[in-house]
T-cell receptor, first 111, second 117 residues
Framework: GESVGLHLPTLSVQEGDNSIINCAYS??????FIWYKQESGKGPQFIID?????DKRQGQRVTVLLNKTVKHLSLQIAATQPGDSAVYFC??????????FGAGTTVTVRA | NAGVTQTPKFQVLKTGQSMTLQCAQD?????MYWYRQDPGMGLRLIYY???????DKGEVPNGYNVSRLNKREFSLRLESAAPSQTSVYFC????????????????FGPGTRLTVL
């Protein structure tokens, strides 16, 4: 079946460095992608989204890149801070209400 | 503006007991969702309600029922709880798709941690 997954389950980053979190998806018909951040004991929090008619979208300290040719999505976090430590999920949908989530990448920021 | 709220935050049940998880949103969203999250896994959709008066099955609906009470509230019921339903349950809401304006961002509540013994 179709699935969304992340390349690495964990990522350790030095404070101040840039982080790159990757996600591969298999449904070529997906047209909307979202990155969520989930801190321990909390619900997922929206970070940034991108539609399939775009390759790149920037937010505050975050950038999402979409490569539809290889069905790859990435989240870049600039100048990673201790507050960025969390689990990051990518999610995708094929023009309907149902989001499919990847398993998540746990980001740990080293001081 | 509280966003999405869920009650209770924690619950322990015995096998065979029933309970209802409550969810409410104050963002005037049309669509609401119930997910479960198991350790080391992403969220899986149980049921969703695209608009008031409609509900549809998601990826893992067995053992659950839902009620869209009104536009604000969407409840999830376990009629006969099983240990396999031990999980963290999240409710979410989003705006309905409108012609020319597609905004599917789902906003999540804080979750209900359910343990079935």
């Amino acid at each position: 079946g179709e699935s969304v997954g992340l390349h690495l389950p964990t990522l350790s980053v030095q404070e101040g460095d840039n982080s790159i979190i990757n996600c591969a998806y298999s449904n070529s018909a997906s047209d909307y992608f979202i990155w969520y951040k989930q801190e321990s004991g909390k619900g997922p929090q929206f970070i940034i989204d991108i539609r399939s008619n775009m390759d790149k979208r920037q937010g505050q300290r975050v950038t999402v890149l979409l490569n539809k040719t290889v069905k790859h999505l990435s989240l870049q976090i600039a100048a990673t801070q201790p507050g960025d430590s969390a689990v990051y999920f990518c999610a995708e949908t094929e023009n309907d209400y149902k989001l499919s989530f990847g398993a998540g990448t746990t980001v740990t920021v080293r001081a | 503006n509280a966003g999405v709220t869920q009650t209770p935050k924690f619950q322990v049940l015995k096998t065979g007991q029933s309970m209802t998880l409550q969810c409410a949103q104050d963002m005037n969203h049309n669509s609401m969702y119930w997910y479960r999250q198991d350790p080391g896994m992403g969220l899986r959709l149980i049921y969703y309600s695209a608009s008031e008066g409609t509900t549809d099955k998601g990826e893992v609906p067995n053992g659950y029922n839902v009620s869209r009470l009104n536009k604000r509230e969407f409840s999830l019921r376990l009629e006969s709880a099983a240990p396999s339903q031990t999980s963290v349950y999240f409710c979410a809401s989003s705006e309905i798709r409108l012609a020319g304006k597609v905004s599917d961002t789902q906003y999540f509540g804080p979750g209900t941690r359910l343990t079935v013994l």
